[in-house]
Nanobody, 121 residues
Framework: QGRLVESGGGSVQAGGSLRLSCADSGYAYKRGWFRQAPGKEREGVAAIGADGSSRYADSVKGRFTISQDSPKRTLYLHMNNLKPEDTAMYYC??????????????????WGQGTQVTVSS
């Protein structure tokens, strides 16, 4: 088991909701969620800095909310009004350099194994 362990993925119908969780056994200045759909590049979905500032991809704004329980080092992604295009493997990430909640892959040096989210129409 690695440093980051995701849970909460699954299958849901369009319009439904899921909550992803990520337990982090280490310290990080920022954490986030990326996703990768079959045949597509991995993309940043949401990120949060140690000060609570957050950023979202345009495709999920207003539907997804990132949050964290800092003392427990647990990261969450609340996903509402899910769409079939949200279907992907979702990865939890943590970065130990810089506090800006970037949505760029190179900003993170720790990655989880991923949890699958499938949204059916």
């Amino acid at each position: 088991q690695g440093r980051l362990v995701e849970s909460g993925g699954g299958s849901v119908q369009a319009g439904g909701s899921l909550r992803l969780s990520c337990a982090d056994s280490g310290y990080a200045y920022k954490r986030g969620w990326f996703r990768q759909a079959p045949g597509k590049e991995r993309e940043g979905v949401a990120a949060i800095g140690a000060d609570g500032s957050s950023r979202y991809a345009d495709s999920v704004k207003g539907r997804f909310t990132i949050s964290q329980d800092s003392p427990k080092r647990t990261l969450y992604l609340h996903m509402n009004n899910l769409k079939p295009e949200d279907t992907a493997m979702y990865y939890c990430v943590a970065g130990t350099t810089g506090t800006y909640p970037s949505l760029l892959r190179e900003s993170y040096n720790y990655w989880g194994q991923g949890t699958q989210v499938t949204v059916s129409s």
